[in-house]
């Protein structure tokens, strides 16, 4: 699996994943996106690409080489359900290996689409994220904040959503 930096060649596959995988209130406008990456080198969108076809997006913003915030990551609904999420979360995870951060969902919320959150959960606890026990709200939504390593921290997330300008608010969710 690689990660393949997007050319405008690449923008109608991009959106259409993007606009399929997102419910609106997730989403920033995607040209907003395209102008915002192109001002930041720290943002990173990419597509995912597997025997030379692309499979899947991801728009990352880059802390340092070693750790990244995953804003957004969907593999191709046509080619799901065939460990491409898990190549490309092991991908992700080798490239920064200080720690990849992101968010899934918040279960057990009585959501409409619940079932479907709690396999997306699942799905990234199998590929070895952890859940940090904070809570994130933002872009109209509540998630689990999940890292792979305990390098990369709370901190590290709030630096990563300021660059691409999302105002979140995080709870701690551990009960001592």
Do not use: C
């Not at 499979?55 to 990352?60: E, F, S």
């Amino acid at each position: 699996m690689q990660l393949q930096e997007l050319t405008q060649d690449g923008y109608q596959y991009w959106q259409s994943i993007y606009l399929a995988a997102f419910p609106p209130y997730e989403r920033i406008d995607f040209d907003d996106l395209i102008r915002i990456a192109q001002a930041n080198q720290m943002i990173k969108l990419n597509t995912l690409i597997e025997d030379e076809q692309p499979v899947g997006i991801v728009l990352n913003i880059e802390l340092d080489h070693q750790k990244s915030f995953i804003l957004y990551f969907a593999i191709d609904e046509s080619k799901r359900s065939g460990g491409l999420g898990s190549k490309a979360l092991n991908a992700l995870k080798s490239t920064y290996p200080g720690g990849i951060i992101l968010e899934s969902e918040l279960t057990g919320s009585d959501a409409p689409n619940e079932e479907q959150r709690t396999r997306r959960y699942r799905f990234y606890q199998k590929n070895g994220l952890i859940d940090t026990k904070y809570v994130t709200e933002n872009l109209g939504g509540t998630f689990h904040l999940l890292a792979s390593t305990s390098e990369i921290t709370v901190a590290d997330y709030e630096m990563a959503s300021s660059q691409i300008g999302i105002e979140t608010h995080v709870v701690d969710t551990q009960i001592d």
